[in-house]
């Protein structure tokens, strides 16, 4: 039976073993997946399991995105462009890294019907997921992407792979068109982020790369101000698809059907 893992900390809130063993199960395909709480001196061994195909396919989440880099053999052009790796598998015998959140987020955008096109974007946070959004909304034409986290170094961080962006102090909430929480806040029902909102107006679009919970308290402060809001669950699934097409060489059936499963 082949094994594959999403590998994190925290790995709590991961729904990516339901979905992928319901995509398995659905094309008879002889595998597993399952979760694994990690820290970072367990990379290594858990990437060697990989070489000795112990471990098929691995999926990586916070905050393991870059730290997995220098134990692979070889990264995508994306991987490569972002500095961020999500998936990771045996490829012709070299240990390969992928990052399918950017076309995650690409088609999650496209899902919604919104178009990034000369609108202004403000993310918040620095980590994670935050550098394959740039780079997506880069390519899918934003005019201005903005960037403010709560430790202002590690947003400036960014600048040597994004030149173009801009850099904000927390707290401070500058015009936008979409806003997107790409900072952990709202794992926990309890966490807040305090930032004022109440000046931004409405029809914006908060959108928040979290999934679960479905409505975090950044989404609810979005609606309560007439905006639309957007969790995370298109995306996660269109980033488990892709992955999933690269393991196994299928495309699982994207339906009602996967997007109920993680309701």
Do not use: C
Not at 121 to 132: D, F, H
Not at 164 to 178: H, S
Not at 186 to 204: A, C, M, P, T, W
């Amino acid at each position: 039976m082949k094994k594959y893992l999403v590998i994190g900390n925290p790995i709590e809130h991961s729904l990516s073993p339901k979905l992928h063993n319901h995509w398995i199960k659905n094309n008879n395909i002889n595998a597993i997946y399952e979760k694994q709480k990690l820290n970072e001196d367990d990379i290594e061994s858990v990437i060697l399991k990989v070489r000795e195909k112990k471990i098929q396919g691995i999926n990586v989440t916070v905050p393991f995105k870059k730290i997995v880099i220098p134990f692979l053999d070889q990264l995508s052009s994306e991987a490569e462009n972002t500095q961020s790796v999500n998936t990771i598998y045996l490829n012709n015998n070299k240990v390969f890294g992928h990052n399918t959140d950017i076309i995650g987020f690409e088609l999650s955008i496209k899902y919604l019907g919104f178009n990034i096109k000369n609108k202004k974007v403000l993310v918040l946070g620095a980590g994670g997921v935050v550098p394959s959004i740039i780079f997506a909304l880069n390519k899918m034409q934003a005019s201005e992407i903005i960037i403010t986290n709560r430790t202002k170094e590690n947003a400036e961080k960014l600048k040597d792979l994004f030149d173009y962006i801009k850099i904000v102090d927390w707290g401070y909430v500058p015009e936008f068109d979409l806003i997107i929480n790409a900072t952990s806040l709202g794992l926990n029902e309890n966490d807040e982020i305090n930032l004022d909102f109440s000046k931004v107006g409405q029809n914006k679009l908060f959108y928040d790369v979290i999934y679960n919970p479905h409505e975090t308290n950044f989404l609810k402060i979005g609606k309560k101000l007439g905006n639309k809001i957007e969790n995370g669950k298109s995306m996660f699934i269109y980033q488990a698809s892709a992955a999933f097409k690269l393991w196994h060489g299928v495309n699982p059936e994207l339906n009602n059907e996967t997007f109920k499963l993680l309701d």
